[in-house]
């Protein structure tokens, strides 16, 4: 079992950045592909960014393209989001994912093919 723990969020206006921290409790996070989701109000949990095991390569989804990135630190045990030029359709709860995740014909980006999953952090983006 990994324990996922997120923090970073918070309120902030338009324009403004973010960096959220996935910290994981074991070592094995490292050998695991990570991802962001969201979900915002009265919405489906939707994909934001993937990294693989090793830090290279990495997704993401066209709305978040050039204003996000996502990275890890495996010698910490802990991932990243950095969110700029944050905009108020950004506005969800923000969940980290691992698992032996498949990056074959966009299974990355599928929920259900993470097996492990933090308790989400909020991030409200104020116009």
């Known amino acids: 079992q990994v324990q996922l723990v997120e923090s970073g969020g918070g309120l902030v206006q338009a324009g403004d950045s973010l960096r959220l921290s996935c910290a994981a409790s074991r070592r094995t996070f490292s050998t695991y592909g990570m991802a962001w989701f969201r979900q915002g109000p009265g919405k489906e949990r939707e994909f934001v960014a993937a990294i693989t095991w090793s830090g290279s390569p990495t997704y993401y989804t066209d709305s978040v393209k050039g204003r996000f990135t996502i990275s890890r630190d495996n010698e910490k045990n802990t991932g990243y989001l950095q969110m700029n030029s ?11 994912a691992a698992g032996p995740v498949s990056y074959f014909n966009m299974a990355y980006s599928l929920p259900q093919n993470y097996d492990y999953w933090g308790q989400g952090t909020q991030v409200t983006v104020s116009s």
């Open 86 to 96: 944050l905009k108020p359709e950004d506005t969800a709860v923000y969940y980290c």
